[in-house]
């Protein structure tokens, strides 16, 4: 047996290790099966190269919890070291990474996500261990080693009676540690992080039923049950995820399974998967997946997961994948992603932003690639996706270059165009007189509907554009088309928002307009309503509530975040009454010498208007309602 004393100036450094990483306590398991992990795969390589000339077989992990003697243990079959392995790779560069790990950490915060990124894997065990042993055999024909550490920098290595290959850990678990003794705990470990480890992970049994065999010995008392109950391995993981196997290997269904596999709370499926599969300039596997979305920018409950080498390593993707796709689900696994430091320092690699930029274009070809070859079916998810990329129109340059070949326009009678169909179909009817192509949408199909019945009847199309940032993106649709404008339907009369050569003559002259207006003022509150004389066509509404499409789409923007003036969002709302002097409405007004039956008839036909504007609440709802019953006695 030799002694020993860990080559380190920093003197009690395991304290140290433990309350920088004390944060993120629980990924000693992730850290210590995924070294049990490498070294499994490692001997599978030497023996397919025929350097390690042992038999491979089919190699497992295991974790087992030994709650009396309060210990953990971690047991491979992989590699396994020699005394002299374990004397270079355990006492001095592990370590040499613990003083580069302290050095660089000593004086910032905790960062709880370090440990691997600096060889510190095996040293993770003393955040939960009071003292460590590691058994371990060679796949050489060398003698066992026991290694012994109690979290001083003095260590023993004797040999060991260990005759099978691999690697076995001891934790004997601390006092303010004795959470992971539980089974519960350990079992949500191991699903968090080691839920698709390549090698198969034991953890206790289960029992399973199996069907009997015809001819199969079955005693008495089971003769009339054709299932019997057999214990075997509770293996935690799934070692070959649907992410490692080729898409051409794979169906719907699979890719729905797996879904289920990594969300078993999410109900609804997936509208559609991308698979990623990339190996130059970068390694990158992956699935995303589309769930429905709608309307709601807050659905963040379930994120993408991002794996290395099949590990768990966070769902806090933010830099990998672009911002408008975090709102995606599925798995992202690549051994090129910087592990373990800060996220800064993620967005700042350079192989990140190529990442990031490959998922983007992947997307984009796919979503154009489905909307090619089934169009019906993807104007039928659209409304659910939307979204998502009218987001990534707003915020992924590259990605608004390919969106004009699947992005579509729905209008309020479900048709979907593209812009290109969109320029192309509504030139004729809704160009103005200065050849500019009008966009009519409304934002709201039922509180709009008599502006949009209104402009049907003109024969035009009203987009329903929906969405919570649609003013930002209209108004970066405008920017690269400066041929066209989008109006939303309520912000003007129909003839005002797509000004034809042809006008109207006012019945009343400029004196009695000047008096109508002057009525008007008095009784409407100008604090919110502008008042406007219109001479319309005389069937057209007596009184119309319009916002102005600047105004309200800059007091929108400034809401949503990142545009509009400064401050907007706290404007009290303004609106224009467009009053319609060819309508006998109007004449009647002026020519009512009571003023008091001028002013109801002046309210009555302002609250009819707010009605229809669904502006009508509250003080001035039970007034107009118990107005309306007085002229009906």
Known sequence: MSTGKINVSVENIFPLIKKFLYSDHEIFLRELISNGTDATLKLKHLTSIG?????????????????????????????????????????????????????????????????????????????????????????????????????SPEFTLEPADKTTRGTEIILHIAEDSLEFLEDAKISGLLNKYNKFMPIPIKFG???????????????????????????VDNIINNPNPAWTKLPTDLTDTDYKDFYREVYPMQFEEPLFHIHLNVDYPFNLTGILYFPKLGSDMQIQK??????????????????????????????????????????????ADGAVKKISNYITRKVADKLKSLFTENR???????????????????????????????????????????????????????????????????????????????????????LLLDSPIISHLIQKIEGDNREVTFVRVDSDHIDNLIKKEETTISKLSDEEQESLKTVLETI?????????????????????????????????????????????????????????????????????????????????????????????????????VKRSFELIK
């Open 205 to 231: 049994t289960k029992t399973e039923k199996i069907e009997q065999k015809k001819g199969e010995f079955v005693a008495e008392e089971d003769k009339d049950n054709i299932f019997t109950e057999v214990e």
């Open 51 to 151: 350097e390690a000339k042992v038999e491979y077989g089919n190699p497992i992990l295991e974790v087992k919890i030994d709650k009396e003697g309060k210990k953990i243990h971690i047991i491979d079959q992989g590699l396994g070291m020699t005394a002299e392995e374990v004397e270079k790779y355990i006492n001095q560069i592990a370590f040499s990474g613990a003083e580069e790990f302290l050095d660089k950490y000593k004086d910032s915060a905790k960062d709880s996500g370090i440990i691997g990124h600096f060889g510190l894997g095996f040293y993770s065990a003393f955040m939960v261990a009071e003292k460590v042993e590691l058994i371990t055999k060679s796949y050489k024909d060398e003698p066992a080693a026991h290694w012994t550490c109690d979290g």
């Open 524 to 624: 409407v509150p100008k604090q919110t309503y502008s008042v406007q004389l219109e001479a319309l066509d005389s069937q057209a509404s007596p009184f119309i509530i319009t916002q102005p499409e600047f105004m309200r789409r800059m007091k929108e923007m400034s809401q949503s975040g990142g545009g509009g003036m400064f401050g907007m969002g706290n404007m009290p709302e303004m609106y224009n009454l467009v009053v319609n002097t060819n309508s006998e409405l109007a004449t009647n007004i002026l020519n009512n010498k009571d003023k008091s039956a001028q002013e109801n008839l002046v309210k009555q036909a302002l609250d009819l208007a707010k009605l229809s504007q669904n502006l009508l609440k509250g003080e001035d709802l039970t007034a107009f």
């Open 302 to 347: 379930d994120k993408i997961q991002l794996y290395q080498n099949q590990v768990y390593v966070t769902d806090n993707v933010e830099g990998i994948v672009p911002e408008f796709l975090t709102m995606l689900r599925g798995v992202i696994d690549s051994p090129d992603i910087p592990l373990n430091v800060s996220r800064s320092g993620l967005q």
């Open 376 to 462: 019906g079916d993807f104007e039928q998810k659209w409304n659910d996706i939307k979204i998502v990329l009218e987001y990534g129109m707003l915020s992924e340059d590259k990605f608004y270059e390919k969106a004009g070949a699947f992005v579509l326009y729905p209008t309020v009678d479900n048709k979907y165009f593209t812009l290109e169909e969109l320029k192309e179909n509504l030139k004729e009817k809704q160009t103005d007189k200065d050849g500019k192509l009008v966009v009519l949408y409304a934002g709201n199909k039922e509180s709009q509907h008599s502006y949009i019945e209104i402009a049907k009847e003109k024969g035009y199309e009203v």
